[in-house]
Nanobody, 126 residues
Framework: QVQLVESGGGSVRAGDSLGLSCAAS????????MGWFRQAPGKEREFVAS????????SYADSAKGRFTISRDDTKNTVYLQLNNLKPEDTAVYYC???????????????????WGQGTQVTVSS
């Protein structure tokens, strides 16, 4: 089984930065990609960013482009999400997810992922 544990959330002001981490443990061999999603109150969970594990190819939601950066450290089985120039509308619970297979739905889709973390809260005040 795979366990994903997010950390790094918190409460900040608009314009501030935060760094999120997601450590994977357990049966993590054969990872194709990892992603970050977020869910704001009253809204559906949405894609934020993803990264392929071997090559490091990245994909971002339009809302994340230019402000957020996803990266990974395969020696630590950890994926990161750097959040810069945060806005109140970025307030959400941020989840990391692990995708084992390269086949199926695109990495922007929740259904492409096999394992999910518990989430970490990010709150941005104006």
């Amino acid at each position: 089984q795979v366990q994903l544990v997010e950390s790094g959330g918190g409460s900040v002001r608009a314009g501030d930065s935060l760094g999120l981490s997601c450590a994977a443990s357990g049966r993590t061999f054969g990872v194709y990609a990892m992603g970050w999603f977020r869910q704001a109150p009253g809204k559906e969970r949405e894609f934020v960013a993803s990264i392929t594990w071997s090559v490091g190819s990245t994909s971002y939601a339009d809302s994340a482009k230019g402000r957020f950066t996803i990266s990974r450290d395969d020696t630590k089985n950890t994926v990161y999400l750097q959040l810069n120039n945060l806005k109140p509308e970025d307030t959400a619970v941020y989840y990391c997810a692990l995708r084992s297979s390269a086949y199926g739905l695109p990495s922007q889709h929740q259904g492409a992922y096999d394992h999910w973390g518990q989430g970490t809260q990010v709150t941005v005040s104006s």
